[in-house]
């Protein structure tokens, strides 16, 4: 069984920045595209962004574009999301998951 553990939320002002960490208990990231999802209160998730097995592909949902970043390190067995610039829309949980393995979530909040 393979467990995906994120990191790395936090409280942050507008304009900040954090970084999302996704460690993996098994090589699952070297087999399997990555992504990040996100639950803002009272809505439904919703796709961020994914990442190929290679890291050669990645795709991002509008609204994070130019702002967030993905990365991955297979050797180490981690998902990376850099999120730049910051807004209070950007308040969620964050997921990650890969295959059919999802993270437990880590909570962002960017406050105005």
């Known amino acids: 069984q393979v467990q995906l553990v994120e990191s790395g939320g936090g409280l942050v002002q507008s304009g900040g920045s954090l970084r999302l960490s996704c460690a993996a208990s098994?090589?699952?990231?070297?087999?399997?595209?990555g992504y990040w999802y996100r639950q803002a209160p009272g809505k439904e998730r919703e796709f961020v962004v994914s990442?190929?097995?290679?890291?050669?592909?990645?795709s991002y949902v509008d609204s994070v574009k130019g702002r967030f970043t993905v990365s991955r390190d297979n050797a180490k067995k981690t998902m990376y999301l850099q999120m730049n610039s910051l807004k209070p829309e950007d308040t969620a949980v964050y997921y990650c998951?890969?295959?059919?393995?999802w993270g437990q979530g880590t909570q962002v909040t960017v406050s105005s």
């Open positions: 998951r890969a295959g059919l393995f």
């Open positions: 098994g090589n699952i990231f070297s087999r399997n595209t």
């Open positions: 990442i190929t097995s290679s890291g050669g592909s990645t």
